[in-house]
């Protein structure tokens, strides 16, 4: 089963960068209930192992392409995100002291912790792409405007798996012209 998982998580990032256009540089948020993958109760049922197994299929496409992954924490730890510290700094974000656990921040964002070169938690960034798999609600930390994308991986275990990429909002009204390579 984990490496079903590991291979789903896999397949949902490469389609979500396929359609999000990210740059070298970029950040993409992950929720992730490790409890609903599962088919259990968000909060109920956290895993280790699934978190890793899921952790195992994402962090490493985006490492070979640059992006920075951000970690959503659960909502015991206000959503806050783990960030390798390199982007932290550079996006002048004040950084918070807390180290996630499975019960507190959640199994993804501690393994998240552990596998980053230079973890530290941030309240809130600025992602251009996002993947809430079991209703995490990420769109906090998503920049404006967030446009659903729809992937053939549907789920992740049981878990509902929704993605997003963002655009720059449109501005103007009928007479404006838009740049297609923003939208």
Request: glycine residues 10%; contains cysteine.
């Amino acid at each position: 089963m984990l490496e079903e998982l590991t291979l789903q998580a896999k397949e949902a990032v490469t389609g979500l960068l396929e359609v999000a256009r990210l740059q070298q540089g970029d950040i993409l948020v992950v929720g992730c209930s490790s409890s609903e993958v599962g088919g259990q109760k968000i909060g109920s049922a956290s895993s280790p192992q699934v978190a890793q197994a899921i952790l195992e299929g994402i962090y490493p496409v985006l490492r070979e392409r640059g992006i920075y992954l951000a970690a959503q924490c659960c909502e015991h730890l206000n959503r806050a995100i783990i960030l390798e510290r390199e982007a932290a700094l550079r996006d002048r974000l004040p950084i918070v002291n807390v180290v996630p656990q499975p019960k507190a921040g959640g199994s993804f964002a501690t393994a998240a912790y552990q596998a980053f070169d230079h973890p530290v938690a941030v309240e809130r960034v600025v992602a251009q792409a996002g993947m809430d798999i079991g209703g995490t609600l990420i769109g906090m930390h998503l920049a404006r405007v967030a446009v659903p994308v729809r992937l053939p991986v549907k789920r992740i275990g049981e878990a509902i798996l929704l993605c997003a990429r963002t655009r720059p909002p449109f501005i103007g009204g009928s007479r404006a012209v838009y740049d297609d390579n923003l939208k």
